[in-house]
């Protein structure tokens, strides 16, 4: 009896032995494999910086298209940076660069101005310009569709002098300036949502000479903006081709209005008194 209790006793301690050694075993490996395999590391935070889409120069109206959110290294983020979450893009719209920026630079508010701001119009101005101011109406502002940033061709409409005070006024429109850039609709460098307001003044980007035009051009009769197209395309005029010329073309009034005549048509409704042998007409 104490024999077989003796072989059993024994027999479960090399059981015991056996299992210590297999658990110990296993749980070597699993530690050696935790250990061998790199602990994954959170993901660092990215931030996004406002930056130029294109090449932007000075005295440029900013739109939504010429900026646009790109990543930055933390490291390398000037607190002069403007950084998302903090304003949306869309709130530099209207504003106008101080300074050329680069394609990809970092926009920072020292670049550039807001609406309103001391200097906001002189910085729109490019070097040797002068800002001219022109009153406006629903219909010579083209219902409200002129903004910030357009090219415009300038109309005048009068009575030109014709020096016969028998002969009935004629009216006649012509274009004064072409290729003009308006960087005000009145007080304003922007327009929010791009929504049709109808203004009572424009402001544009002249010469000194176009502005003594202009200033005449006021004094003589009704002016009125005429939109250009964004596409560049060939035209015959000699004034567009000068790059914004004083002289432009013209329509009289006869030729809107076939029941109007003007001095020096022959045979348009005149009349001939025959008088014995002499003729008046």
């Known amino acids: ?75 390398g983020i000037d607190r002069n940076y403007i950084q998302a979450g903090t304003r949306p893009a869309e709130a530099f719209t209207g504003w106008v660069a101080r300074d050329p920026i680069a394609p990809g630079e970092p926009i920072i508010e020292a670049k550039i101005v807001s609406p309103g701001s001391r200097g906001f119009l002189a910085a729109a101005l ?92 006021t004094e003589m009769g009704k002016l009125s903006l005429s939109l250009r197209s964004l596409a560049v395309a060939e035209e015959t005029s000699p004034a567009d081709s000068a790059g914004g010329g004083e002289r432009g073309t013209f329509t009289l009034d006869s030729e809107v209005s076939q029941l109007l005549t003007t001095k020096g048509n022959s045979g348009a409704g005149g009349v001939t008194v025959l008088r014995g042998n002499s003729k008046s007409g």
Do not use: C
């Open 126 to 217: 490019a070097p040797g310009m002068r800002a001219v101011s022109v009153p406006v109406t629903a219909t010579s502002g083209i219902s409200g569709f002129v903004f910030p940033g357009d090219q415009v061709d300038i109309l005048i409409t009068h009575t030109p002098a014709t020096g016969n005070n028998n002969e009935a006024p004629h009216k006649a429109s012509e274009t004064v300036l072409r290729d003009v850039r308006v960087i005000a609709v009145d007080q304003k460098l922007d327009s929010k949502g791009n929504e049709a307001l109808v203004a009572h003044t424009a402001t544009l980007e002249v010469t000194p000479k176009q502005s003594e035009i202009i200033a005449v051009a």
């Open 1 to 75: 009896m104490r024999i077989r209790t003796l072989v059993l006793f024994l027999a479960a301690v090399v059981l015991a032995g056996g299992t210590g050694i297999l658990v110990r075993s296993f749980l070597a490996q699993k530690t050696a494999e935790v250990e061998a395999t790199p602990l994954a590391r959170p993901a660092a935070p990215q931030k996004s910086v406002l930056v130029a889409r294109n090449g932007i120069t000075r005295g440029q109206i900013l739109k939504p298209q010429d900026f646009s959110w790109q990543v930055w290294p933390e490291g």
